[in-house]
């Protein structure tokens, strides 16, 4: 292509997603459910009320918002839930979505999983391009893991993550620090990830939605808990940035990765680069804010994307610069919506 064209060609391309401080957006977060086979006790209510399926935006239409994002500048998706893979259908989303992939516009596409199915879809994930997941596990310890899950089997958790390792597929374990609970088991939860080549991450439980018992007895500082392992292990701070909120260190006794999530003692907010869509169209600019965006009636009130890439740009206008996430006793939770809403 000539310098001229490509001048062309670029001026007509559309302006990328800055927010008012500056920020571009380049990862949508995208919850496909709201529904889970498990009920953390961090996270929800054992007696949910899920959203009725007629609420919910169609496969069809989860695609088409994720390519207008996508030619406004993202270049990461991740599928969230509830739990993603127990969408109806949703490879077909993967399968639509991948075609990004294949012409270059989409850098990554990943997923944030229970491992439930993680075992029944690994290795057609793997062939649409799914190089690696996140998979959330707070224990290695079976009935510490049915007591936290409410009902989970660790066993079919544990086959999930080594079926998608053999299908080519990088896992990151996702661990929140539960006080209490699994506090004394994150050095050697640690050993384990590393041990089989997957990074861990640790986070602190947030305050997402009202669930049985106060979080405050749950709430973990990771400031805490770093205190701990550093008697066990040598952290090596590492400028690594994969786009999310995480702060990394190599461990010097494994040679593996450990990020710390810390929304209530360190603020994470001043290099966001992500919005979050919901099953159900609506848009948040932050996860601990409640303004949010809804698309699904731009959407489906014209044919073409005019109204829609308005919509996303004017909701992007309004993107604050931080959350105001606190835990303390007797309050309610800073945002009423559980995590599993917006997209864990």
């Not at 989970?152 to 079926?163: N, Q, S, Y």
């Not at 109204?307 to 610069?321: E, N």
Request: aromatic share 4%.
């Amino acid at each position: 292509m000539g310098v001229a064209l490509a001048e062309r060609v670029a001026s007509k391309a559309p302006a990328p997603l800055i927010d008012p401080f500056q920020r571009a957006i380049t990862y949508l977060r995208i919850s496909v459910t709201d529904r889970c086979d498990l009920r953390c006790v961090y996270c929800m209510s054992d007696d949910m009320q899920f959203l009725p399926k007629r609420d919910l935006l169609t496969l069809e239409e989860l695609d088409r918002l994720c390519g207008v994002f996508i030619d406004r500048g993202v270049r990461k998706l991740r599928i969230t839930g509830g739990e993603p893979l127990l969408r109806r259908d949703i490879m077909h989303l993967f399968r639509r979505l991948s075609r990004h992939l294949g012409s270059g516009a989409l850098e990554e596409l990943t997923m944030t999983t229970n491992g439930t199915q993680l075992g029944r879809f690994a290795p057609e994930l793997a062939e649409l391009g799914v190089k690696r997941v996140n998979v959330s596990l707070d224990t290695l310890d079976p009935d510490k893991f049915r007591a936290v899950t409410r009902r989970g089997d660790l066993k079919v958790v544990l086959d999930g993550i080594e079926k998608a390792r053999k299908a080519g597929i990088k896992v990151k374990i996702n661990a929140v620090a539960l006080k209490g609970v699994n506090e004394d088991e994150i050095a050697d939860m640690i050993a384990w990830a590393h041990g089989d080549g997957m990074d861990m991450t640790l986070i602190e439980v947030m305050p997402l939605g009202e669930v049985e018992g106060d979080r405050t007895d749950q709430f973990l500082p990771l400031s805490v808990a770093r205190a701990r392992l550093e008697q066990r292990y040598t952290m090596v701070p590492l400028p690594d940035r994969t786009g999310g909120p995480a702060r990394y260190v190599r461990i010097a006794e494994t040679g593996g990765r450990l990020g710390f999530i810390t929304p209530l003692t360190h603020n994470f907010c001043e290099s966001c680069n992500r919005v979050r869509l919901t099953c159900t169209g609506k848009l948040y600019m932050c996860l601990g804010q409640e303004d949010a965006a809804d698309l699904r009636h731009a959407l489906r009130a014209s044919p073409d994307d005019a109204l829609v890439t308005q919509a996303v740009t004017d909701a992007i206008a309004r993107k604050p610069k931080g959350h105001d996430f606190v835990i303390e006793r007797a309050r309610p939770a800073a945002v009423p919506r559980h995590m599993s809403v917006t997209g864990g």
